[in-house]
């Protein structure tokens, strides 16, 4: 109910950075979202958001080339990076936004969460695990979101939340709980809500 009026407030796009010295000025909590090139992060901010358009989404991996900032009321950012793994971009163009994404990920003081997102077809890659350290390293608190639900059977999803937990048992910074969800039927995106909102009250 609680992460619902927080929803209900309008979200705004702020910025897109392509440099640290970019960030906006560090003044309220941040939650991110990172993963994969095409694994629905962009989406996953516009189901929660309540709206179609607010980060760009689309079929080609590397869609998201800067790290964008959005308002969700007065005190909170949400963060839509750029996905590591394949992105049909130039290669010193995806080199210089990875560097990026690696020095936001390790350098962000008010960086509360960072969501690492996972497609449920394919579970956690050799990457995932890269990013995961990264943040084991930083000591950022992430916790893993499994995407794009609507895709697979029941019973895949049950194995791959199995091989996600395992993964998670590698990483000291890992929060245990996975959310299970779908961004264009809307399954989970109520739990992550009112997980996002309890992250504030911290
Ligand atoms: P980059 O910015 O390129 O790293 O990608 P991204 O992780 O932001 O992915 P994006 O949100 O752009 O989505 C990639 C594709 O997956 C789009 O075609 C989306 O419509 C699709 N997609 C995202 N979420 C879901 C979902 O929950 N279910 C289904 N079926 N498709 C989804
Ligand atoms: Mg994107």
Same mark, same amino acid.
């Given at each position: 109910?609680?992460?619902?009026?927080?929803? /209900?407030?309008?979200?705004?796009?702020?910025? *897109?950075?392509?440099?640290?010295?970019?960030?906006?000025?560090?003044?309220?909590?941040?939650?991110?979202?990172?993963?994969?090139?095409?694994?629905?992060?962009?989406?996953?901010?516009?189901?929660? #958001?309540?709206?179609?358009?607010?980060?760009?989404?689309?079929? #080609?991996?590397?869609? #998201?080339?800067?790290?964008?900032?959005?308002?969700?009321?007065?005190?909170?950012?949400?963060?839509?990076?750029?996905?590591? *793994?394949?992105?049909? /971009?130039?290669?010193?163009?995806?080199?210089?936004?990875?560097?990026?994404?690696?020095?936001?990920?390790?350098?962000? &003081?008010?960086?509360?969460?960072?969501?690492?997102?996972?497609?449920?077809?394919? +579970?956690?890659?050799? =990457?995932?695990?890269?990013?995961?350290?990264?943040?084991?390293?930083?000591?950022?608190?992430? &916790?893993?979101?499994?995407?794009?639900?609507?895709?697979?059977?029941? /019973?895949?999803?049950?194995?791959?939340?199995? &091989? =996600?937990?395992?993964?998670?048992?590698?990483?000291?910074? /890992?929060?245990?709980?996975? =959310?299970? #969800?779908?961004?264009?039927? +809307?399954?989970?995106?109520?739990?992550?809500?009112?997980?996002?909102?309890?992250?504030?009250?911290?």
């Amino acid at each position: 109910e609680a992460g619902r009026l927080l929803f /209900a407030r309008e979200s705004l796009f702020v910025k *897109g950075v392509v440099a640290m010295s970019g960030l906006p000025p560090a003044d309220r909590i941040e939650i991110c979202f990172s993963g994969r090139s095409n694994v629905g992060k962009s989406s996953l901010i516009n189901a929660l #958001t309540g709206t179609k358009g607010l980060a760009r989404a689309s079929n #080609t991996p590397g869609r #998201t080339q800067e790290i964008n900032f959005f308002t969700q009321g007065p005190d909170l950012y949400l963060v839509d990076l750029p996905g590591y *793994g394949y992105a049909n /971009a130039p290669l010193p163009v995806v080199e210089k936004w990875q560097r990026l994404l690696k020095q936001y990920l390790s350098g962000r &003081q008010t960086l509360r969460r960072a969501f690492v997102l996972i497609d449920a077809r394919h +579970g956690a890659k050799p =990457v995932d695990e890269e990013i995961m350290t990264r943040l084991d390293s930083s000591a950022v608190t992430f &916790q893993c979101v499994l995407t794009k639900t609507d895709k697979i059977k029941a /019973a895949d999803l049950d194995k791959v939340v199995e &091989q =996600v937990r395992g993964v998670l048992t590698k990483h000291p910074a /890992a929060y245990p709980e996975i =959310v299970v #969800t779908s961004s264009e039927k +809307g399954d989970g995106i109520a739990t992550l809500r009112a997980i996002i909102y309890g992250l504030m009250q911290e």
